[in-house]
């Protein structure tokens, strides 16, 4: 389990960094904004209902993972 767990870990953070640095540029501002994503913006309140947004992670996460496991 410990040979296979340390380039696991590498590439997990290298992905971190990536996602981060992509939010930190901006280059993320779409996320949360797609069709469908529900928006509520009041003046006292502000709720963010992303799910497209996240079924498109999802979708995306999972086809990594069979592409993967494959």
């Known amino acids: 389990m410990g040979r296979h767990l340390g380039p696991v870990l ?3 953070g290298i992905v971190v960094v990536v996602v981060g640095l992509l939010a930190w540029t ?3 501002s779409w996320f949360g904004r797609l069709p469908g994503d529900i928006r509520v913006e009041r003046e006292n309140v502000r709720i963010y209902v992303p799910w497209v947004s996240m079924l ?3 979708a995306v996460a ?3 993972l069979w592409v993967l496991r494959r």
């Open 10 to 12: 590498v590439v997990l």
């Open 26 to 28: 901006g280059a993320l």
């Open 56 to 58: 498109l992670i999802s």
């Open 62 to 64: 999972s086809l990594i």
